[in-house]
């Protein structure tokens, strides 16, 4: 077979592969505490599939390539970039979005008032992977020290605030009398 002849193979085959339909699985997860079971494409990321499809706008797309931090949602309590996880991944899953941390009666989380409170919002982009990144490890350290703080951002960017007010947002929520970022 000539070069010409694979070339033509090769374009046949990646159109035929490109009409295909994709294959579709069903998904069933638990999101924001509501149980959810929806046809995903094979492809759809979790970022899209809670952006779109459950209206979750608080799932922010920055990057798409999971090096911002923007798109960061809690799986199984842990912070994860949901740019970089297929949506049928988390089958039977728990996912948490920064509308999952509104209290029943409508109010924000203590976290989501520290963060005001503290002056670390400002064009608010970051702030929900931010707000999830520090929830996430205040699940699992109820009293951060600086470095831990800076460990569990470390996959988040900020560029309006810096990160001196996103700290000590989330120390105010530790053990009282325990914010020790100097001004």
């Known amino acids: 077979m000539s070069k010409m002849e694979q070339h033509d193979t090769l374009i046949t085959s990646m159109k035929l592969q490109l009409s295909i339909p994709r294959a579709l699985t069903c998904l069933k997860l638990q999101v924001n505490g509501v149980e959810y079971q929806h046809n995903v494409l094979a492809t759809e990321t979790l970022s899209h599939f809670l952006r779109n499809r459950l209206g979750l706008t608080g799932v922010k797309i920055g990057c798409g390539e999971g090096e911002c931090g923007a798109c ?3 799986i199984d309590d842990q912070p994860v970039n949901s740019c970089l996880i297929l949506a049928f991944q ?6 948490t979005t920064i509308e999952g941390l509104e209290k029943a009666d409508g109010r924000i989380s203590p976290l989501q008032q520290a963060f005001l409170d503290h002056g670390a919002v400002q064009c608010g982009y970051c702030t929900p992977g931010m707000i999830l990144a520090s929830e996430g490890l205040l699940r699992k350290n109820q009293n951060p020290d600086d470095a831990e703080i800076c ?4 996959g988040n960017i900020c560029r309006c605030t810096g990160f001196l007010s996103i700290i000590k947002a989330v120390k105010s929520i530790g053990t009282p009398g325990s914010e020790s970022v100097p001004e």
């Open 72 to 74: 960061t949602v809690l």
């Open 90 to 95: 988390v089958e039977g899953s728990r996912i």
């Open 151 to 154: 460990h569990a951002l470390a």
